[in-house]
């Protein structure tokens, strides 16, 4: 049996807001579901970065998204549901909720760090710890300058492991016009690595003869 369409969306205590909210953004007509949660540091960073105040509780958030996104009422096609950091009974807490996968965006190396050794301290890290041992797609959107070799480390443990790691390292070929523009870059490449195949960026060619 097919795994149900589900999403997993994780929001980790890092700069770089911008990234989950074109991910959001571009998945507004995706015919499936969206399960999101967040860190404590997490649900401030977006709220600082990007003015999207989640909630305390679980709560099914479309109508967050249509405003935070500037769509028409009711546009925001998946369901999306949000359970808070410390609902460790949630259902992506158990590997019998079957879903397509997992992406973290953006990670922090605190995040990173948790996942390489197997941490469950809140929900983000025990869902993820689910996709490792369920063997489901797990993306990981590391954010941070410069790395140390702590990090490259944790990293390289996390690809070892079957992760994708797809840095927060945007291009500039499709010249970007707008901060929205330059995430759509790392929003693209995080689905892209999720399995899905979205029209968001043009099809690279190759240089003009």
């Known amino acids: ?4 369409r589900r999403l997993v969306i994780g929001i980790s205590g890092a700069s770089g807001a911008v990234y989950v909210e074109r991910v959001f953004y571009h998945l507004r007509y995706w015919p499936g579901e969206l399960i999101v949660t ?10 600082n970065e990007r003015g999207l ?7 099914t958030i479309n109508h967050l998204l249509d405003d935070w996104l500037k769509l028409r009422s009711g546009t925001y096609r998946p369901k999306v549901t949000f359970h808070p950091h410390h609902y460790i009974g949630a259902p992506i807490a158990s ?3 079957r879903t397509l996968g997992m992406a973290v965006i953006p990670a922090s190396m605190a995040k990173v760090s948790a996942l390489a050794v197997g941490q469950s301290r809140d929900l983000l890290e ?25 990090h490259l480390e944790n990293m390289l443990k996390l690809a070892r492991l079957g992760v994708k790691v797809v840095p927060a390292m945007p291009g500039f070929y499709h010249n970007p016009t707008s901060i929205e523009e330059i995430g759509d870059f790392v929003a ?20 003009q003869q």
Do not use: Q
């Not at 049996?1 to 149900?4: D, L, N, Q, R, S």
């Not at 967040?38 to 709220?47: D, L, N, P, Q, R």
């Not at 993820?128 to 070799?149: F, I, M, Q």
């Open 188 to 207: 693209a490449r995080t689905l892209d690595a999720l399995g899905l195949n979205l029209p968001i960026l043009e099809e690279w060619t190759g240089h």
């Open 53 to 59: 105040k989640l909630p305390e509780n679980t709560e």
């Open 126 to 150: 025990r869902a993820a710890d689910v996709c490792l041992k369920e063997g489901r797609t797990l993306v990981v959107v590391p954010r941070e300058s410069p790395l140390s070799a702590v």
């Open 38 to 47: 967040a860190s404590k540091t997490g649900m401030g960073i977006i709220y």
């Open 1 to 4: 049996m097919p795994a149900p």
């Open 95 to 97: 590997g019998s909720f």
